[in-house]
């Protein structure tokens, strides 16, 4: 069964752009997750989709959105980039019934400039 | 969701136990106690979770101490590959997914 894919792996922008990040959960996952990972903050929960549906999200400004698609594929984007955007962003898929257990991506590393 | 205290780095020679502890005296009585690890520059990895009773699996052991106030994962014969930053995480099952990350217990494993 192949794992939660997240494409791009690196992403290098600059500020005032915006980004958009993509995540395949495994099959049959319909939860997804977003978190961001930096050295001053480590990691943070962004938001959880689940059947096309925000369920929770973190305390991040308004720059940051994201959406599910009907197969569970997700994405987040980011508008208006900032120096302190650079992270690298996860995004976890699991079983509804599965509480907390997460599967992790590899995480997209974006750099802004 | 409870606040979790773990000793932020440890050391284990390869071959040994590796016990990793965590303080959660906060904690509710529907909250369960989960772990997971992070390998440099790899995304976090379940690895147990547990409510009272202790649990084993294929990668570790958990023990719940009966005041459920603390927890230990033990990695029974630790190796090189479980260098890795692992963190503890107590909440309530039903909550929706979205796991609060402490800062972790980097353990370094040693030849």
């Known amino acids: 069964k192949a794992g939660v894919t997240q494409t791009p792996r690196y992403l290098i922008k600059t500020r005032g752009q915006q980004v958009t990040l993509s995540c395949s959960p495994i099959s049959g996952h319909r939860s997804v997750s977003w978190y961001q990972q930096t050295p001053g903050q480590g990691l943070q929960f962004l938001f959880e989709?689940?059947?096309?549906?925000?369920?929770n999200k973190g305390n991040f400004p308004g720059r940051f959105s994201g959406r599910q698609f009907s197969n569970s594929r997700s994405e987040m984007n980011v508008s208006t980039l900032e120096l302190g955007d650079s992270a690298l962003y996860l995004c976890?898929?699991?079983?509804?019934?599965?509480?907390?257990?997460?599967?992790f991506g590899a995480g997209t590393r974006l750099s802004v400039l | 969701d409870a606040k979790t205290t773990q000793p932020p780095s440890m050391d284990c020679a390869e071959g040994r136990a590796a016990n990793l502890p965590c303080n959660h005296s906060t904690i509710s009585g529907n909250e369960y106690v989960y772990w997971y690890r992070q390998i440099h520059s790899q995304g976090p990895q379940y690895i147990i979770h547990g409510l009272k009773n202790n649990e084993t699996n294929e990668m570790a052991s958990l023990i719940i101490t009966e005041d459920r106030k603390s927890s230990t994962l033990i990695l029974p014969h630790a190796t090189l590959r479980d260098t890795a930053v692992y963190y503890c995480?107590?909440?309530?099952?039903?909550?929706?997914?979205?796991?609060?990350f402490g800062g972790g217990t980097r353990l370094m494993v040693k030849p």
């Open positions: 976890a898929s699991s079983l509804r019934e599965a509480k907390n257990i997460q599967y």
């Open positions: 995480i107590v909440r309530v099952a039903n909550a929706g997914n979205m796991l609060t």
């Open positions: 989709y689940f059947s096309e549906t925000q369920r």
